[in-house]
Protein backbone atom coordinates (compact mmCIF):
# COMPACT_ATOMS: atom_id res chain seq x y z
CA UNK A 1 0.00 0.00 0.00
CA UNK A 2 1.56 3.55 -1.07
CA UNK A 3 -0.39 6.13 0.24
CA UNK A 4 0.46 10.15 -0.97
CA UNK A 5 1.75 10.93 2.56
CA UNK A 6 2.03 9.16 6.66
CA UNK A 7 -1.23 8.34 7.79
CA UNK A 8 -0.84 10.47 10.71
CA UNK A 9 -0.14 13.38 8.19
CA UNK A 10 -3.44 12.36 6.66
CA UNK A 11 -5.18 12.71 10.15
CA UNK A 12 -3.86 16.01 10.48
CA UNK A 13 -5.13 16.99 7.00
CA UNK A 14 -8.72 15.32 7.81
CA UNK A 15 -8.71 17.70 11.79
CA UNK A 16 -7.86 20.61 9.10
CA UNK A 17 -10.67 19.70 6.74
CA UNK A 18 -13.06 19.27 9.88
CA UNK A 19 -12.35 22.31 11.14
CA UNK A 20 -12.74 24.48 8.25
CA UNK A 21 -15.79 22.98 6.84
CA UNK A 22 -17.68 22.42 10.21
CA UNK A 23 -18.46 18.62 9.41
CA UNK A 24 -17.75 15.44 11.64
CA UNK A 25 -14.31 14.35 12.04
CA UNK A 26 -15.62 10.87 10.47
CA UNK A 27 -16.60 12.68 7.71
CA UNK A 28 -13.52 14.41 6.52
CA UNK A 29 -11.40 11.34 7.50
CA UNK A 30 -13.97 9.54 4.79
CA UNK A 31 -13.24 12.11 2.41
CA UNK A 32 -9.35 11.78 2.59
CA UNK A 33 -9.52 8.12 2.57
CA UNK A 34 -11.44 8.80 -0.95
CA UNK A 35 -8.64 10.71 -2.27
CA UNK A 36 -6.55 7.81 -1.69
CA UNK A 37 -8.37 5.73 -3.42
CA UNK A 38 -10.48 4.20 -0.47
CA UNK A 39 -14.13 4.10 -0.31
CA UNK A 40 -13.74 4.42 3.42
CA UNK A 41 -11.20 5.58 5.99
CA UNK A 42 -11.89 2.30 8.06
CA UNK A 43 -10.54 0.64 4.87
CA UNK A 44 -7.71 2.98 4.30
CA UNK A 45 -6.97 2.29 8.11
CA UNK A 46 -7.63 -1.53 7.86
CA UNK A 47 -4.81 -1.85 5.40
CA UNK A 48 -2.52 0.40 7.59
CA UNK A 49 -3.02 -1.67 10.66
CA UNK A 50 -1.26 -4.74 9.97
CA UNK A 51 2.27 -1.97 9.42
CA UNK A 52 1.24 0.34 12.50
CA UNK A 53 3.49 0.40 15.17
CA UNK A 54 1.35 -0.66 18.14
CA UNK A 55 0.84 -3.97 16.49
CA UNK A 56 4.63 -4.40 17.22
CA UNK A 57 4.89 -2.35 20.58
CA UNK A 58 1.86 -4.23 22.00
CA UNK A 59 3.10 -7.55 22.72
CA UNK A 60 5.81 -6.36 24.35
CA UNK A 61 3.97 -5.07 27.43
CA UNK A 62 3.51 -7.19 30.38
CA UNK A 63 0.74 -7.12 32.85
CA UNK A 64 1.68 -4.77 35.68
CA UNK A 65 3.63 -2.64 33.06
CA UNK A 66 3.80 1.02 33.70
CA UNK A 67 4.19 3.00 30.18
CA UNK A 68 4.63 6.40 29.00
CA UNK A 69 4.01 7.49 25.72
CA UNK A 70 5.42 10.78 25.08
CA UNK A 71 5.42 13.98 22.12
CA UNK A 72 4.62 17.39 21.46
CA UNK A 73 0.87 18.34 20.20
CA UNK A 74 0.02 17.14 16.88
CA UNK A 75 2.59 14.03 16.78
CA UNK A 76 0.34 11.48 17.60
CA UNK A 77 0.53 10.48 20.97
CA UNK A 78 -3.29 9.82 21.59
CA UNK A 79 -4.13 8.16 18.77
CA UNK A 80 -0.87 5.63 19.59
CA UNK A 81 -2.63 5.08 22.88
CA UNK A 82 -5.88 4.32 21.47
CA UNK A 83 -4.08 2.28 18.91
CA UNK A 84 -2.44 -0.03 21.83
CA UNK A 85 -5.83 -0.19 23.71
CA UNK A 86 -7.18 -1.52 20.83
CA UNK A 87 -4.36 -4.19 20.19
CA UNK A 88 -5.46 -5.20 23.81
CA UNK A 89 -9.11 -5.69 22.96
CA UNK A 90 -8.30 -7.92 19.71
CA UNK A 91 -6.13 -9.59 22.01
CA UNK A 92 -9.37 -10.19 24.09
CA UNK A 93 -8.69 -8.00 27.02
CA UNK A 94 -10.84 -5.12 28.08
CA UNK A 95 -9.27 -1.35 27.99
CA UNK A 96 -10.56 1.57 29.53
CA UNK A 97 -9.68 5.31 28.85
CA UNK A 98 -9.52 8.07 31.76
CA UNK A 99 -9.12 11.76 30.07
CA UNK A 100 -8.60 14.94 31.89
CA UNK A 101 -8.19 16.16 28.22
CA UNK A 102 -11.51 15.30 25.98
CA UNK A 103 -15.25 14.75 26.14
CA UNK A 104 -16.44 11.32 25.45
CA UNK A 105 -17.20 11.85 22.31
CA UNK A 106 -13.77 13.17 21.56
CA UNK A 107 -12.57 9.63 22.15
CA UNK A 108 -14.66 7.85 20.18
CA UNK A 109 -14.12 10.16 17.30
CA UNK A 110 -10.51 9.57 17.97
CA UNK A 111 -11.21 5.91 17.73
CA UNK A 112 -12.89 6.04 14.37
CA UNK A 113 -10.28 7.77 13.10
CA UNK A 114 -7.97 4.94 13.65
CA UNK A 115 -11.04 2.87 11.80
CA UNK A 116 -12.49 1.86 14.85
CA UNK A 117 -16.58 2.13 15.37
CA UNK A 118 -17.29 2.73 18.75
CA UNK A 119 -19.94 -0.29 19.11
CA UNK A 120 -17.20 -2.99 17.65
CA UNK A 121 -15.79 -3.27 20.88
CA UNK A 122 -18.51 -2.16 22.97
CA UNK A 123 -18.39 -5.02 25.58
CA UNK A 124 -14.62 -4.14 26.24
CA UNK A 125 -14.23 -0.57 25.52
CA UNK A 126 -14.62 1.99 28.98
CA UNK A 127 -14.60 5.66 28.27
CA UNK A 128 -14.10 7.76 31.46
CA UNK A 129 -13.97 11.75 31.63
CA UNK A 130 -14.59 12.70 35.41
CA UNK A 131 -12.82 15.48 36.40
CA UNK A 132 -12.45 13.20 39.73
CA UNK A 133 -10.09 11.58 37.53
CA UNK A 134 -6.97 11.14 40.24
CA UNK A 135 -4.98 7.41 41.09
CA UNK A 136 -7.54 6.92 43.44
CA UNK A 137 -10.29 7.30 41.18
CA UNK A 138 -8.76 4.90 38.79
CA UNK A 139 -8.09 2.40 41.45
CA UNK A 140 -11.77 2.16 42.53
CA UNK A 141 -13.45 2.00 39.43
CA UNK A 142 -10.71 -1.04 38.01
CA UNK A 143 -11.27 -2.72 41.24
CA UNK A 144 -12.84 -5.09 39.43
CA UNK A 145 -10.73 -5.36 36.39
CA UNK A 146 -9.54 -8.63 34.82
CA UNK A 147 -5.97 -9.32 34.80
CA UNK A 148 -4.51 -8.01 31.12
CA UNK A 149 -6.66 -4.61 31.43
CA UNK A 150 -5.31 -1.77 29.49
CA UNK A 151 -5.45 1.46 31.29
CA UNK A 152 -5.17 4.73 29.71
CA UNK A 153 -4.68 8.10 31.71
CA UNK A 154 -4.75 10.93 29.52
CA UNK A 155 -2.49 12.69 30.58
CA UNK A 156 -0.08 12.61 33.17
CA UNK A 157 0.75 16.14 34.16
CA UNK A 158 -2.64 16.90 34.65
CA UNK A 159 -3.06 14.07 37.47
CA UNK A 160 -1.82 16.72 40.51
CA UNK A 161 -3.66 19.78 39.08
CA UNK A 162 -6.58 19.49 41.42
CA UNK A 163 -5.17 20.76 45.43
CA UNK A 164 -7.14 18.16 46.95
CA UNK A 165 -4.92 15.47 45.01
CA UNK A 166 -1.80 13.99 46.21
CA UNK A 167 1.43 14.59 44.56
CA UNK A 168 2.22 13.23 41.15
CA UNK A 169 4.93 11.39 42.49
CA UNK A 170 2.28 9.31 45.19
CA UNK A 171 -0.36 9.33 42.68
CA UNK A 172 1.92 7.54 39.61
CA UNK A 173 3.29 5.38 42.48
CA UNK A 174 0.21 3.97 43.72
CA UNK A 175 -0.56 3.46 40.30
CA UNK A 176 2.18 1.16 40.02
CA UNK A 177 1.41 -1.05 42.59
CA UNK A 178 -2.30 -1.47 41.75
CA UNK A 179 -1.08 -2.69 38.05
CA UNK A 180 1.27 -5.05 39.78
CA UNK A 181 -1.01 -6.47 42.25
CA UNK A 182 -4.07 -6.91 39.76
CA UNK A 183 -1.91 -7.67 36.58
CA UNK A 184 -3.17 -4.71 34.49
CA UNK A 185 -0.64 -2.20 32.02
CA UNK A 186 -1.37 1.60 32.94
CA UNK A 187 -0.24 3.64 30.37
CA UNK A 188 0.13 7.29 30.94
CA UNK A 189 0.07 9.82 28.04
CA UNK A 190 2.71 12.73 28.45
CA UNK A 191 3.48 16.27 27.37
CA UNK A 192 6.91 16.86 26.14
CA UNK A 193 9.32 19.91 27.42
CA UNK A 194 8.90 22.97 24.82
CA UNK A 195 12.56 23.14 25.01
CA UNK A 196 13.04 19.48 22.98
CA UNK A 197 14.85 20.10 19.00
CA UNK A 198 14.01 17.88 16.43
CA UNK A 199 16.74 18.94 15.13
CA UNK A 200 19.10 17.27 17.69
CA UNK A 201 17.42 14.05 18.11
CA UNK A 202 15.00 12.48 16.24
CA UNK A 203 12.56 11.67 19.28
CA UNK A 204 12.12 13.21 22.72
CA UNK A 205 13.06 10.71 25.36
CA UNK A 206 12.75 10.86 29.04
CA UNK A 207 15.08 14.54 29.60
CA UNK A 208 12.25 15.95 28.04
CA UNK A 209 9.27 15.10 29.50
CA UNK A 210 7.64 18.14 31.12
CA UNK A 211 7.85 17.99 34.69
CA UNK A 212 5.99 20.58 36.74
CA UNK A 213 6.32 18.52 39.48
CA UNK A 214 9.00 16.35 41.05
CA UNK A 215 8.52 12.69 39.38
CA UNK A 216 10.97 9.76 39.40
CA UNK A 217 10.59 8.65 35.79
CA UNK A 218 12.28 5.59 36.51
CA UNK A 219 8.79 4.26 38.00
CA UNK A 220 8.18 3.35 34.17
CA UNK A 221 8.97 0.18 32.92
CA UNK A 222 8.32 1.19 29.34
CA UNK A 223 8.53 4.28 27.18
CA UNK A 224 7.12 5.28 23.74
CA UNK A 225 8.03 8.20 22.42
CA UNK A 226 6.98 9.97 18.75
CA UNK A 227 7.94 12.58 16.11
CA UNK A 228 6.61 12.80 12.81
CA UNK A 229 7.25 9.26 11.53
CA UNK A 230 9.94 7.95 14.16
CA UNK A 231 8.83 5.89 17.02
CA UNK A 232 11.10 4.68 19.95
CA UNK A 233 10.31 2.40 22.43
CA UNK A 234 12.61 1.23 25.10
CA UNK A 235 12.12 -1.34 28.10
CA UNK A 236 13.70 0.33 31.68
CA UNK A 237 17.09 -1.89 31.52
Known sequence: MRLSAP?????????????????PLHDALD????????????MLA??????TPAGRLFPQFRPGDLVLVGARPGQGKTLMSLELAVEAMRSGHRAA??????????????????GVGPAQFRELFEVDCSDAISADYVVKEMAAAPRGTFVV????????????????????????????????IVAFISQIDRSYDPAVKPCPDL???????PLDLKLFDKT???????VQFRAAS
Open 224 to 230: CFLNNSE
Open 46 to 51: AKAAAI
Open 31 to 42: RIATTEGFSAWS
Open 153 to 184: IDYLQLLDQRRENPDLSVQVRALKSFARDKGL
Open 97 to 114: FFSLEYTERDVLDRLRAI
Open 207 to 213: DDVRLPN
Open 7 to 23: IYHLKRKAKRLSREEGI
